[in-house]
Nanobody, 116 residues
Framework: QVRLVESGGGLVQPGGSLRLSCVAT????????MAWFRRAPGQERELVAL???????RYVDSVKGRFTISRNNAKNTVYLQMNNLKPEDTAVYYC??????????WGQGTQVTVSS
């Protein structure tokens, strides 16, 4: 079992930046992919970014060039650096991990609100 705890959300003005962190504890040795999802008001959950065990990142088109996902395997932590935030980025952001090909561990979520 993997437990994930997110932090770093908050209220920021358009154009601002936030860095989200997610710390994994428990059965961490089997983690392959770490990812960030988000659910905006009235919308379905979407995959924002993922990072593989070798550090390759993928992003949804709407955040490319603005967000950067990274991981520190020694600290069992994944980060999401979010720059040039837009109101449409407002959502609850969730950390998730894959162990055997599915996202089977999820954090509790952290709220990101982008508003002037």
């Amino acid at each position: 079992q993997v437990r994930l705890v997110e932090s770093g959300g908050g209220l920021v003005q358009p154009g601002g930046s936030l860095r989200l962190s997610c710390v994994a504890t428990g059965s961490i040795f089997s983690i392959a992919v770490m990812a960030w999802f988000r659910r905006a008001p009235g919308q379905e959950r979407e995959l924002v970014a993922l990072i593989t065990s070798v550090g390759t990142g993928r992003y949804v088109d709407s955040v490319k060039g603005r967000f950067t996902i990274s991981r520190n395997n020694a600290k069992n932590t994944v980060y999401l650096q979010m720059n040039n935030l837009k109101p449409e980025d407002t959502a609850v952001y969730y950390c998730a991990t894959q162990t055997r090909g599915v996202y089977d561990s999820w954090g509790q979520g952290t709220q990101v609100t982008v508003s002037s």
